[in-house]
């Protein structure tokens, strides 16, 4: 009976200390009733990764990641109760855990990381309290005040330096000569604007003749002509950030489906399609399935498209920083994603973490965990559940992914071999607009400069440990959307030193409705803070590695086409392994860059000397193309970026999807003479 009772009393202590464990990590932190667990408390954590682990409540639902050895802690407390054996320690690390409680599919193995010097760990919030409380408050205030003081000093400036191109405007207007006539689109824009104007005045007419046409002719023609689109919003644009109605007003429509992170969030995934070719899903086949991602049933036919035999095959597009995927619907038919949806790829436009709409499972946005995020959850668990919520809406065993500037630093991030490199596997082709792998001039502005000084804590301080200056979300709300949009376009052009010359002007507006978005204080503070992108002007090489691969550059540039003949790689001509400074291995996709060569923003040029020196020998790169004349927004804007950019990314899709797939899929437009 003796031994009995120590048992007993063991596995109580171990119960409670599970108990106590479970709740610390918990939302709320407290208790449930009777000493047990509430409904929001952890009883698990689970490795998406080697080092990302989220945490699984008694209902079922995420929370983001803890410390590991926390993390591990409950997992072995967790195992005594269940096995009722004696675990290891929990501070060995987590290679046991990591074969035990992996819940990606995805996942065989848990290579070591080796980009962790560029991701430092995120700071650590426990569940609500008094203390916590009163530090989040205080953040606030602090940050309100100063990120105000901030963006002020911003517009200021915006303001000031758009006098001496205001006052010559005003002389060249006195002598009776347009500004806008050194524009290089200047007469198409105005061959667009007097169309545009003709297709208002013409837009109720069309629909009062529309209204008196009868309804089983109408129907009659729909089923005839499936390829058509019928515009079925017109008129005077009101300037509203609805992405919907800029594709109804191209014949197309939107529907939106709501996607689960593998830690809990909510986040936005819109659907491109032809209401005349596609019936749109109910809200409840569009609502989140759960986190899980690359489960079983991934591959479900797509049966919404009534008398069709062959699919589209899917495109997933991802945005910028602080803009969303309506960046890519702006233009009308030139919009690179209507633009693809109508060459007759299937279109999906994801939408990063937060958004317009900041949204958890468990957590508020007023609690500082929803916030504790950057560019690496943006790409190992974002992606991941973009890529696997398109593949089981479509059936498809790949997708084609298309990113711009933000877009491609979180996917150059998730591929890299110590992140989620078999996402690659998933992906037929990577097509990067603008892409943002090493720095450019720009990093070394004042405003830069001044938040790359400030220390963790002062950058807390400053901006906060909620969402980075959220006064510009306010404000999108409250201002008109054409004096947004003008306000938007100053600032950002002031900030990032673009220009609108290359862009239909009468749509500049419509833009700047899609951004800025909610971003986390942290992943801002990741992009210029002192530790990570702006001190290593790189966002996969250290600043140690970065400088050494300048050096070997600069030997390598002399003897170039000697050391290509030798068909070695970049790392046996310098004495080392095949790929073992590399970013990539073999799981990588195909590659294809496009970079705009006036680009001060982010350095392409940089990353395209990566490729060619050999310096991932597993990255088949099948297309660049450097334009000169082009700025960071230009490859998604310009009014010839369907010409220079769009058409070429149509070919590429097509080209590096597989004959087995083409085969089953509708040829899109233009492409029949592509090689297999």
């Not at 197309?252 to 596609?278: A, M, S």
């Not at 279109?347 to 007023?366: A, M, Q, Y």
């Not at 709300?477 to 030193?497: E, H, I, N, T």
């Not at 970026?641 to 899929?665: F, M």
């Amino acid at each position: 009976m003796d031994v009995a009772a120590a048992a007993a009393a063991a596995k109580s202590n171990v119960v409670q200390e599970f108990t106590t464990q479970a709740n610390r990590l918990s939302e709320s932190g407290r208790s449930g009733e009777d000493n047990g667990l509430d409904s929001t408390a952890v009883i698990e954590a689970k490795y998406i990764t080697p080092l990302d682990v989220v945490l699984e409540t008694v209902d079922r639902r995420r929370l983001p990641g803890v410390p590991l050895y926390e993390a591990q802690k409950l997992n072995q407390l967790k195992r005594k109760i269940d096995q009722g054996e004696q675990a290891q320690n929990p501070l060995e690390g987590p290679e046991e855990e990591t074969k035990v409680e992996q819940s990606s599919a995805l996942r065989t193995s848990a290579p070591p990381s080796s980009t962790h010097p560029l991701f430092p760990p995120l700071p650590l919030y426990g569940p609500p309290s008094l203390l916590r409380n009163l530090q989040c408050l205080t953040f606030r205030v602090s940050s309100f005040f100063l990120s105000l003081a901030f963006l002020g000093s911003i517009v200021v400036g915006s303001a000031l330096s758009s006098i001496p191109l205001m006052l010559q405007h005003i002389g060249l207007r006195l002598i009776f000569r347009s500004p806008d006539a050194r524009r290089p689109f200047y007469a198409e824009e105005k061959t667009r604007r007097k169309a545009r104007r003709e297709a208002e005045k013409e837009w109720g007419r069309q629909r009062r003749r529309r209204k008196s046409q009868d309804q089983s002719a109408r129907d009659e023609s729909d089923v005839d002509d499936l390829e058509s689109f019928e515009p079925t919003e017109g008129g005077r644009d009101p300037i509203v950030c609805d992405v919907s109605y800029y594709a109804r007003r191209v014949g197309l429509d939107i529907e939106e489906y709501r996607v689960q992170t593998e830690d809990g969030f909510i986040i936005k995934l819109w659907h491109v399609y032809n209401p005349k070719e596609r019936r749109p899903k109910s809200t409840a086949e569009r609502e989140q399935r759960g986190p899980e991602v690359f489960s079983s049933d991934s591959h479900k036919p797509d049966d919404s498209t009534p008398g069709s035999t062959k699919r589209r095959y899917p495109v997933l597009m991802i945005h910028g920083l602080l803009q969303s995927s309506g960046a890519y619907c702006t233009n009308d038919d030139r919009s690179l994603a209507f633009f693809l949806s109508k060459s007759g790829y299937d279109v999906w436009l994801g939408n990063n973490r937060c958004g317009f709409d900041p949204e958890h499972t468990i957590l508020k946005p007023s609690d500082p965990r929803m916030w504790a995020w950057n560019i690496r959850q943006m790409g190992v668990i974002d992606l991941s559940a973009f890529v696997s919520r398109v593949l089981h809406e479509t059936g498809f065993p790949k997708l084609a992914l298309v990113c711009h500037s933000q877009g491609t630093t979180e996917t150059f991030v998730a591929l890299a071999k110590g992140q989620r490199p078999e996402l690659g596997e998933k992906i037929s082709v990577f097509c990067a607009l603008a892409p943002a792998a090493y720095a450019g001039p720009l990093i070394n502005t004042a405003y830069f400069k001044f938040i790359s000084l400030l220390s963790p804590v002062l950058f807390r301080i400053v901006f906060g440990i909620h969402a980075f200056i959220p006064f510009m979300m306010t404000m999108h709300r409250l201002l008109p959307g054409q004096l947004y949009g003008a306000m938007g376009y100053r600032v950002f052009a002031y900030l990032f030193q673009w220009t609108d010359d290359r862009w239909e002007r009468d749509l500049r507006d419509r833009m700047f409705q899609f951004a800025p978005v909610y971003v986390s204080a942290e992943s801002m503070r990741w992009w210029l803070g002192r530790e990570c992108f702006a001190r290593h002007r790189c966002i996969l090489s250290t600043k140690e590695e970065r400088k050494r691969e300048e050096r070997e550059d600069a030997e390598e540039t002399a003897d170039e086409a000697a050391t290509e003949k030798e068909g070695l790689s970049y790392d046996e001509r310098h004495g080392r392994e095949k790929g073992s400074t590399a970013w990539y291995d073999e799981r990588a996709p195909p590659m294809a860059l496009w970079i705009p060569g006036s680009d001060d923003l982010v350095d392409g040029r940089r990353l395209l000397r990566r490729f060619r020196l050999g310096r991932e020998p597993y990255v088949n790169l099948v297309h660049t193309k450097v334009i000169e004349e082009y700025e960071h927004l230009d490859v998604i804007w310009a009014m010839d970026s369907i010409e220079k950019i769009g058409k070429e990314v149509r070919s590429v899709i097509w080209s590096t999807a597989s004959e087995d797939l083409r085969k089953s899929c509708v040829i899109p437009k233009g492409l029949g003479d592509v090689p297999s």
